[in-house]
């Protein structure tokens, strides 16, 4: 047996209880990962102060990404091997003492050292590798893929993106473009010698636009959420750009400036919370060979952290 902790009702903290359940038996591409630590990810407040309803082949275990150690490998499984350190991406799970997840999910640790902040490899380096999955995969999902940044185009990043904001910058450095951040009420970004911008200010648009160079605003905005007057614009933008949106929550309705984004010609994507199939996870891992993404951006994660003594 092993222990796990379940949502039992709504409302934190009390919704979280200790349980006892059978250690998971994995299926032909799957593994079992002894869980080190995971994290407090969005989605599983979301579930218990919103009554967030996961896809019906879900764990209802909550924990959503870990790092540990690999102690049993399906039948099929060639890409990885007992005694194997990891981090994954799961479908539910993460908060227990081991957790089965598809071999497709799972993760090489960003072990290079070639950080913008290096970082010893010890125990607290792993904590902090739990929350990284989720967080990196979503921003190389929004930039790389749907954003398509590529060298000297310009990204605006929305401080309030979180450690998203800290990771899009990390990955544009990566690729040689620009970025402006829209500064606000948020403390995540520190020691990057990038403009800034204040969300705030009524002459914002036109600081953005100032801030490109050219004047002609921006190839790439990332946000998780709506402006501060409720609208989504798209006038920062240069003509024929792209909006990605993240992270947005199971209750938030964006209202967008349709007249600004047909004057933009703008591109609109939306990244949905639980998008990692397992076409996508092996694009993922593809690019992670040709650049090192992952280590690039595995720097320090700050949040909650469970570890498995629980």
Known sequence: ?????????????KAFKCREEPFPIPKHDEVVIQVLATCVNKMDLWRTCLKYELPPDWNPVPGIECVGTIIEVGKDVHEWKVSDQVCALVNGGGYAEAVVVRATQVLPLPLDRNFVYPLPLDQSFLYRIAGLPHAACTT????????????????????????ICD???????????NVIVARDDWTFIKNFAHPTVDVKSPSFIEDVIEATGDKKGVDLILDSDVSTNGILEARPL?????????????????????????????????????????????????????????????????????????
């Open 167 to 177: 990771l899009a910058v990390q990955l544009a450095k990566i690729v040689q473009a």
């Open 238 to 310: 240069r003509f024929g750009g792209t909006i990605v949106l993240v992270d947005l929550g199971p209750e938030k309705v964006s209202i967008v400036n349709l007249w600004s984004m047909y004057s933009a010609n703008a591109v609109l994507h939306v990244v949905d919370s639980m998008w990692w199939t397992p076409e996508y996870m092996a694009a993922v891992k593809l690019e992670n060979k040709k650049s090192h993404w992952l280590s690039n951006a595995a720097l320090a994660q700050s949040g909650d952290i469970l570890t498995r003594n629980i």
């Open 1 to 13: 047996m092993m222990k796990v902790v379940k949502i039992e009702g709504h409302g934190v903290p």
């Open 140 to 163: 190389w999902e929004a930039i790389s893929r749907l954003g398509k940044l590529s060298a000297n185009m310009t990204l605006l990043v929305y401080e309030r993106c979180g450690k």
